[in-house]
């Protein structure tokens, strides 16, 4: 979120393009979200998201993902997003204000999978030493949860752990479809204290692919993520893992030492994935 006074420049294209204005960078902490299969998302009685107020910026970013593999150019969208919302002028305003914190892995190539594997298993990790340095004392209750993966992801689930053991399963969806991604209201909300540790674990069916496939944005690339909506509002918004570069690093060089494989410092990620066999 920029600050109040902050001008920004309207901005109408990709959202990555280097053409982007600088401040638009600082607009990143989620509003609301929706994909595909969701239904109409309403908070509890107590919790509300927060939006608008003197300390907010008057700005909003829209990001839209689009799939078009047949690259038609005669589409027209008009898709969005509706919010109501109440409180105006501080009245009426619910005991809590509400997050959401997306953890999982991060969204890049070190995060990838072999092709011709029916249950490949990814974990991204939210440390307790993130949550001990990002929560407040008495940590925040976690009430709704959102899984996401692309077209591979067959399994998700969220570990609550606390002092190195695994005391329950935040979320888990054991037949997870592309097209029905609900904004999970929980059963019982979930306390995650500081020093608390999150593990998202995603398998995958990658049988009938031939490539690698890449950790990325693109649908026919991969996520492993949950967006967990919470309470009280922490100033944590991403607690997110990747592959350790030096370890990566590590086995590119092992698969060219005893596999002849044509990995080299010189290649990007994803040539060296694909210079595996």
Same mark, same amino acid.
Request: hydrophobic share 30%; with cysteine.
């Given at each position: ?17 280097e053409q982007k204005p600088p401040g ?9 979200? @929706?994909?595909m299969g969701a239904d109409t998302f ?28 047949h690259l038609r150019d005669n589409i ?42 029916? $249950? ?24 709704? +949860? ?10 998700? @689930? ?52 031939? $490539? ?20 009280? $509002? ?6 997110? +893992? ?25 290649? +990007? ?9």
């Amino acid at each position: 979120v920029s600050d109040p006074p902050d001008h920004m420049k309207e901005y109408d294209g990709e959202c990555k393009s280097e053409q982007k204005p600088p401040g638009l960078v600082q607009c990143r902490r989620v509003v609301a979200a @929706w994909a595909m299969g969701a239904d109409t998302f309403i908070y509890p009685r107590e919790v509300g998201g927060m939006i608008g107020g003197r300390a907010y910026s008057p700005y909003l970013v829209l990001e839209i993902h689009y799939d078009n593999p047949h690259l038609r150019d005669n589409i027209v969208d008009s898709s969005g997003l509706r919010i109501f919302y109440q409180g105006e002028n501080g009245s009426n305003l619910r005991k809590y204000d509400a997050g959401i914190m997306e953890i999982g892995l991060e969204y890049n190539e070190k995060n990838s999978i072999p092709p011709g594997r029916s $249950a490949f298993h990814l974990n991204g990790y939210c440390l307790s030493e993130c949550t001990r340095a990002g929560l407040g004392p008495g940590g925040i209750t976690v009430f709704a +949860s959102q899984l996401h993966t692309h077209l591979t992801g067959r399994r998700v @689930w969220t570990s609550l752990v606390r002092n190195g053991i695994v005391t329950e399963i935040l979320n888990s969806d054991n037949h997870y479809d592309q097209m029905f991604q609900e904004i999970r209201l929980l059963h019982r909300p979930v306390r995650v204290y500081p020093g608390d540790s999150l593990v998202n674990t995603c398998v995958y069916d990658t049988s009938k692919r031939e $490539a690698m496939t890449l950790g990325g944005y693109s649908i026919r690339e991969e996520m492993c993520v949950n967006y967990m909506h919470y309470y009280p $509002a922490s100033e944590i918004e991403l607690c997110k +893992s990747s592959i350790y570069d030096p370890v990566l690093d590590n086995f590119f060089r092992r698969m060219r030492d005893y596999d002849m494989a044509s990995t080299s410092r010189e290649k +990007s990620r994803e040539q060296n994935f694909n210079s595996i066999r």
